[in-house]
């Protein structure tokens, strides 16, 4: 039995004689069947095909790994360590020895937390990589989880402090489940948002953006905006880091995000 991973997604199913028919992922109007239709592939033949996951320093106490060549998405996950143990924010779905070796360097992890469906990727192979280590999902999501581990946490509410000086809030908008990750810590103390696609850095990076589904341009509405926006006052942050490689907003982030939203609603 093999756990399959979507090729275009890059979520991984339970193990399994047969590949699953569908990825409900995929299937969902927020993403897309790839233009061949339907495939599956291994995390075996990932790593036959060379893949490699590359590790970089964003600030003091936050990396971020990539896979190259890239993988379904393309996304990064981040890596946030504290005195209390080290948070992995969002997931990707390569993984082998030499990151597990690489992450135990860098402390291990003591929980896994992710944003929304599209990278939930495979979550129950890195839990279980790091002691089945709590894997947290707002509890309005656990429908889109396709493969339950041991150390699933379905969380409810509208945040969640699950180490000291790191919080999940539930921001909705993307999926109703969408969460972001303020650490207190990040920026020399001045605070981080870690957003996923919760909230996007867009390429003029003094700049967010929001949107229902991003390959299909499906926008929010405003009342999902302005929950957004409501759902994170009185938290303070300086940068916000999205999920893709430099795509960070350094200065102002929580202006930044007014401002945008602002922006947003002006243009509907
Ligand atoms: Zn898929």
Redesign the pocket.
């Known amino acids: 039995m093999e756990s399959r991973i979507?090729l275009?997604?890059?979520?991984q199913f339970p193990p399994s004689e047969q590949p699953p028919t569908t990825?409900p992922?995929?299937e969902d109007e927020r993403?897309y069947i790839g233009w061949d239709g339907?495939r599956w592939t291994t995390m075996a033949e990932l790593m036959a095909a060379g893949h490699r996951n590359l590790f970089s320093e964003e600030e003091p106490g936050l990396w971020s790994i990539g896979t190259e060549p890239s993988i379904a998405i393309g996304q990064r996950t981040l890596l946030v360590q504290t005195p209390a143990g080290n948070v992995l924010w969002d997931c990707i779905t390569f993984i082998d020895d030499p990151t597990i070796a690489r992450v135990q360097e860098l402390g291990g992890l003591a929980a896994i937390a992710i944003s929304h469906p599209h990278f939930y990727d495979s979550m129950t192979t890195w839990s279980g990589a790091f002691g089945d280590c709590p894997v947290y999902i707002h509890a309005a999501d656990a429908q889109w989880v396709q493969y339950p581990g041991p150390g699933l946490q379905l969380w409810d509410g509208p945040a969640r402090e699950i180490l000291p000086g790191v919080t999940l809030i539930n921001t909705g908008g993307h999926f109703a489940g969408s969460t972001v990750l303020h650490w207190a810590d990040g920026a020399g103390g001045r605070g981080a948002l870690l957003t996923g696609d919760s909230i996007t850095v867009v390429n003029d990076r003094r700049w967010v953006s929001f949107m229902y589904s991003y390959p299909n341009l499906i926008p929010l509405t405003d009342a999902e905006v302005r929950h957004i926006v409501e759902a994170l006052r009185g938290y303070t942050y300086e940068r916000i880091y999205s999920l893709w490689q430099g795509r960070v907003t350094t200065t102002d982030g929580d202006g930044a995000l007014q401002r945008s939203a602002d922006r947003y609603l002006a243009h509907r």
């Open positions: 979507c275009t997604c890059g979520v990825c992922i995929c993403q339907q």
